[in-house]
C-alpha cells in the first residue's frame, strides 16, 4: 500500500500537469471508485474546473478545486495515478479519468478496486481523525509517551493507527522499530522515554530518507511516469526474511502482528 513517501512522491510528479489545468470532462470507468457524492453529481461538479492547490494528508491525497471544493483521493492497495495522452486506450484497471483542456488524461487505476474518490466542501469530513504527521513538530516524544501510557497492543500495530501518527504504513513502521531497536510486540505502554525518543527520531529518519529515494517500489507503486522508487534498495529488515541483519548479521525474523507481516532482528530488537 503507498505509504506517505510514495503520497508525497505522486503529488510532486502531478502537479506540473495538472495544476490549472480545465477539466474538459470526467469518465467514470467504474462508478465505486466514487464514494461521495454520486457519481453523476461528481461528474457535474469537476466538469470544467481546475486543481489550483496540491496537499497532502496522511496517505490521502487534496486537490483543492477552484470552487473551493477538494477533491480528496486515497490510492489504498494499488491506486495508481498516470498521466497519459487523450488517445491512448484505457488499461482494463483505469477506474477514472480526467479528461484536461490540454489534451491529457489524469487517470486513476486500480487493480483491487479499494481506491476512493471523495468530492467534499471540507475535507475534514474524510480525514478528521488523522493524527499528526511524523514530519511535524507534533509528532513529539512527548506526546506519543502520552498517547501510549497505559497501552498493551503491540507497537508495531499502535504505529499502523492511522489516529496515532498519520502516513505510518507496514513498510516504514518495520524500519523505523528496527532504527530504534525496538521489538515489535514491544507493548506500548512499556517502553521507556528514551526509547520514545528514539522511535521518534527513527521514524523521522525512515520518512526524510524515502521521500528523497522517492518511495519504495515492491510491486504496484509507480509514478505518473511510469518511473519507480529506489528506497526499496535501502530496506533493512522489510521483506529480508532469512537475510542476514545489516548491523549483527543475525538472520531477519518474520512473524505477524496485527494481521501484518512484521520483520524484525531477534538479536537487535528483544522483547526485555
Not at 481506491?115 to 466542501?121: K, N, S, T
Not at 515489535?184 to 520514545?196: D, N
Not at 528523497?212 to 535501502?234: C, H, I, K, W
Request: hydrophobic letters at 40%.
Amino acid at each position: 500500500m503507498p505509504e506517505l513517501p510514495e503520497v508525497q512522491t505522486i503529488l510532486e510528479a502531478l502537479a506540473p500537469s495538472i495544476l490549472e489545468q480545465p477539466i474538459d470532462d470526467v469518465s467514470v470507468l467504474w462508478p465505486g471508485v466514487i464514494d461521495r457524492p454520486p457519481p453523476s453529481v461528481f461528474v457535474d461538479w469537476m466538469r470544467g474546473r481546475r486543481v489550483v492547490n496540491i496537499n497532502r494528508r496522511g496517505k490521502y491525497m487534496l486537490f483543492g478545486l477552484d470552487d473551493e471544493r477538494t477533491l480528496v483521493m486515497h490510492l489504498r492497495m494499488t491506486g495508481e495515478m498516470r498521466m497519459t495522452p487523450a488517445a491512448e486506450p484505457y488499461h482494463k484497471h483505469d477506474r477514472l479519468a480526467f479528461h484536461l483542456a490540454n489534451g491529457r488524461d489524469w487517470r486513476f487505476k486500480d487493480m483491487r478496486k479499494f481506491g476512493r474518490a471523495y468530492l467534499v466542501e471540507d475535507p475534514e469530513e474524510v480525514i478528521w481523525k488523522l493524527g499528526p504527521e511524523p514530519l511535524s513538530a507534533a509528532f513529539s516524544a512527548d506526546y506519543l509517551a502520552a498517547r501510549l501510557r497505559g497501552r498493551t497492543a503491540p507497537i508495531k500495530s499502535l504505529l499502523l493507527d492511522q489516529r496515532l501518527v498519520a502516513g505510518i504504513g507496514n513498510i516504514y513502521a518495520d524500519e523505523s522499530l528496527f532504527r530504534a531497536r525496538i521489538h515489535p510486540l514491544r507493548e506500548g505502554g512499556s517502553l521507556r522515554m528514551v526509547e520514545i525518543s528514539a522511535l521518534v527520531g527513527a521514524t523521522r529518519d525512515v520518512i526524510q530518507q524515502a521521500l528523497a529515494e522517492m518511495g519504495t517500489t515492491l510491486r504496484d507503486y509507480r509514478r505518473p511516469d511510469g518511473s519507480v522508487g529506489e528506497f526499496q534498495n535501502s530496506l533493512q529488515v522489510f521483506r529480508r526474511t532469512g537475510e542476514p541483519c545489516p548491523s549483527c548479521g543475525t538472520p531477519i525474523s518474520r512473524i505477524v502482528v496485527g494481521g501484518r507481516s512484521t520483520h524484525f532482528c531477534a538479536n537487535e530488537q528483544t522483547l526485555t
